[in-house]
């Protein structure tokens, strides 16, 4: 393709980016962006210096990006063969994902379902001086639609973070080696599809060399004692009960109420008669006291005697209605102490429903070697953790991720497997980030299969209190068991899973940003409403 001769440098530069991203929405977001630049240096009263500068750039980006197209689009063929590369399983139908692992040797992404893999790409993971830290992590938040705040406002499409403090998985150009600063980029096409597959929670593995769980038994493993599917089933059937008798209890106490409040209306009005009887007799009282003539005090006792009648029949009126209104008072008192009965056993049946719903979300237990602990979370919350008793504790014992994947049929036993991690080199070999050549030169290979006997090794290490056998009976698909030599990272905290990074490896993607209080959820923000200068920084450095 050959760039349009006879335009402004302005135009020149739009299409030349245009070129240069085969990516469709990526290139409209580009030339949308730069035309916005022009218009706002055009209307806004810019002085001719930053004009000339601004176009002096846009010339010297023309002539690059012209080398580039002209040298066949090195990136973009790259993320084409990205997309090219993309596998699914074919045998058998997927599952839902359990485990998605990283191979940062071989630089690809596995999607593993409780028989096996289902999904594989070729990733790009963080650069020399910002790798992506190898260990254990878990997707802590989702979006689709996603602007880095710290690189130019980068584009980041169907973003999976999994640490707060910026590594997350997201759409993006691949060349072939790692690139990114930090993040793990996929093929476009291939992270929208993961993006939809995962749910919040799944656990991330990246790791040295590229492994693959084996499934495994051992006593260990925790079993759970009952099936709190059921229970859950039980208590939403309990909830939904009492929701209803609270309804019909304060549908009740209402037509209780309404029906007292038109029994006093006749007492009212008998009560309100005879007010007006009582001032009546008074006033022909005093008429009386005050006559002179015969016929005067005639009157007045004609009209006192009439006001005296009315009080007696009003008075007669009123203890009929305040008979009748009584037992209605009562019956509309009862009728509300049993709508607030009812309605506080539907707030403890509500609750007792949500926390068996709580204990269907898996259970996540580290158990380090480092601090002689054992840690409990649920839902990206901790809730327990108590010392732990490990034998032989100046030995190490590895890395390992065991998971639950599923109930066997007929029984409510769980099926494990592991994921065992090590640092994919001789022990005396020189720690340096995964470049172009392993990259490259593996990144076809199979996957090489966890050693069990390794695992079961460090799992009969292991003593768990019965405390917190306690605490975790009721364990579900996809909780997860972490024995580890590490100790938690700094990256654990709020609403996160457990994140473990092996100290062994290159960890220039967190290191270079690590949290802070006040940066910890700046991340999920709209994208500014300003474009950065495209010149701060190449394009593909997210």
């Known amino acids: 393709m050959r760039l349009r001769s006879g335009s402004d440098p302005d135009h020149l530069l739009i299409e030349a980016l245009s070129l240069g991203f085969r990516r469709r929405h990526v290139r409209d977001k580009v030339a949308g962006i730069l035309r916005c630049k022009v218009k706002r240096m055009t209307f806004r009263g810019v002085n001719l210096t930053c ?8 010339r010297l980006a023309v002539a690059g990006l012209a080398a580039l197209i002209a040298a066949g689009n090195h990136a973009a ?3 084409g063969w990205g997309e090219r590369s993309v596998e699914a399983i074919e045998l058998r139908a997927a599952r839902h994902p359990i485990m998605v692992i990283i191979s940062l040797r071989n630089q690809r992404i596995t999607v593993y379902d409780a028989e096996g893999w289902i999904l594989r790409a070729p990733v790009s993971s963080g650069q020399k001086g910002r790798e992506t830290p190898a260990g254990i992590y878990s997707v802590i938040q989702k979006v689709e639609h996603h602007y880095s705040n710290l690189y130019d406002d980068a584009y980041m499409p169907h973003m999976q973070r999994i640490t707060w403090s910026g590594i997350a998985l997201h759409g993006g150009v691949l060349p072939g080696r790692p690139a990114s600063h930090g993040c793990v980029r996929m093929p476009f096409d291939f992270a929208a599809r993961l993006f939809d597959a995962t749910t919040m929670g799944i656990r991330v593995i990246v790791a040295p060399k590229d492994i693959a769980p084996v499934e495994l038994t051992h006593p260990a493993l925790l079993q759970p004692n009952s099936d709190p599917g059921a229970l859950a089933d039980a208590r939403s059937a309990e909830a939904q009960e009492f929701a209803r008798n609270a309804v019909q209890a304060r549908n009740a106490a209402q037509t209780a109420v309404r029906e007292a ?14 007010l007006r009887a009582e001032a009546q007799f008074a006033a022909a009282e005093a008429t009386l006291g005050s006559a002179i003539s015969a016929e005067a005090k005639q009157q007045a006792e004609r009209a006192k005697a009439q006001a005296l009648a009315k009080m007696a029949e009003m008075q007669v009126q009123w203890d009929d209605a305040q008979a009748d209104l009584q037992p209605k008072l009562d019956a509309a008192t009862s009728a509300r102490e049993a709508a607030a009965a009812a309605e506080t056993a539907r707030a403890a049946a509500a609750e007792a429903a949500r926390q068996a719903a709580r204990e269907l979300e898996p259970i996540s237990v580290l158990i380090s070697r480092k601090t002689q602990r054992l840690y409990i979370r649920q839902a990206f919350k ?16 590895g890395t390992h991720v065991f998971t639950a994947i599923e109930r066997s049929s007929g029984n409510t036993n769980l099926r494990w497997s592991v994921v065992s991690l090590d640092s994919g080199r001789p022990p005396t070999a020189i720690v340096e980030p995964y470049g172009r050549t392993r990259a ?6 199979e996957p090489i299969p966890t050693d069990p006997d390794s695992a079961r090794a460090a799992l009969d290490r292991i003593v768990i209190p019965q405390e917190a056998m306690d605490r975790i009976a009721g364990i579900v698909p996809r909780s997860s068991l972490i024995v580890t030599d590490e100790t938690m990272s700094s990256e654990t905290g709020k609403s996160t899973d457990f994140v473990v990074l092996l100290s062994g490896e290159p960890q220039g993607g967190i290191k270079n940003r690590r949290r802070t209080a006040a940066s910890a959820f700046r991340y999920a923000r ?3 409403p300003y474009w950065r200068s495209p010149f701060g920084s190449t394009f593909f450095s997210w």
């Open 526 to 528: 709209p994208r500014l």
């Open 261 to 274: 409040m038109r029994a006093m209306v006749p007492m009212r009005t008998a009560q309100n008669l005879k």
């Open 440 to 445: 490259t030169s593996v990144g076809n290979a």
């Open 382 to 397: 901790p809730f327990f953790d108590s010392p732990i008793i490990i034998k032989d504790p100046d030995r190490p014992i």
């Open 77 to 79: 063929a790259r993320s």
């Open 51 to 58: 004009m000339r500068r601004w176009l002096r750039a846009v």
